[in-house]
């Protein structure tokens, strides 16, 4: 699920702003659940949707090192939620904790 999947705009709210935000991927040969922190996350996980974002060279250089290592058909660590599950367990969890 994404992130932005996860607001309800009441107690979970994108934040906006002048604010910048500074990601650190992690890429494994496999699609991995880390701990930072003590939070889980998840390490990077190629895919086209998500390195379409990218700028060319940075894509260019991902593309080489995905084909380089046989990492186009990474498989997800975890289940994925699409939005609708997402917005169905953030209302569960608003519910429970009512």
């Known amino acids: 699920m994404q992130a932005c999947d996860l607001t309800n705009e009441r107690t979970i709210r994108q934040r906006t702003g002048p604010h910048t935000v500074t990601y650190f991927h992690l890429l494994f040969d496999r699609h991995e659940i880390v701990t930072g922190d003590g939070l889980l996350s998840e390490s990077f996980q190629p895919g086209?949707?998500?390195t379409a974002s990218f700028e060319a060279p940075l894509r260019s250089s991902l593309k080489r090192i995905i084909a380089a290592r046989n990492l186009s058909e990474m498989k997800a660590a975890?289940?994925?939620?699409g939005k609708f599950k997402a917005k169905v367990l953030i209302t569960h969890a608003?519910?429970?904790?009512?």
Request: no cysteine; proline share 8%; glycine share 0%.
């Open 48 to 50: 086209h949707q998500i």
């Open 78 to 81: 975890r289940p994925s939620l």
């Open 94 to 98: 608003e519910v429970l904790a009512a």
